[in-house]
């Protein structure tokens, strides 16, 4: 069983900026991948990036060239850097974690966009 723990939700002007991180319990250097997600009210859940074994990274359209994705594999946290902030990125974000078979999420963390 793994815990993934995020932080660094807030409120933030458009254009700003925040760091999301996520913790785990686990060693997220076995991972197969580790990927951020999120969910604004009324919407579905969506992929925002994630970052697999290997090192390669992926992202969603609406976040490229603004987000960030990174890991420390000492510190079994994984990171999102989130860059020229627009109203639209305003959602719930969740930490998710693929050991295997297993999939696991964190609780998440709001981040809130304001004009």
């Known amino acids: 069983q793994v815990q993934l723990v995020e932080s660094g939700g807030g409120l933030v002007q458009a254009g700003g900026s925040l760091r999301l991180s996520c913790a785990a319990s686990g060693s997220i250097f076995t991972s197969n991948v580790m990927g951020w997600y999120r969910q604004a009210p009324g919407k579905q859940r969506e992929l925002v990036a994630a970052?697999?074994?290997?090192?390669?990274?992926d992202y969603a359209d609406a976040v490229k060239g603004r987000f960030t994705i990174s890991r420390d594999n000492a510190k079994n946290t994984v990171y999102l850097q989130m860059n020229s902030l627009k109203r639209e990125d305003t959602a719930v974000y969740y930490c998710n974690g693929v050991w295997d078979y297993y999939n696991y999420w964190g609780q998440g963390t709001q981040v809130t966009v304001s004009s």
């Open positions: 970052i697999i074994r290997g090192g390669s990274t």
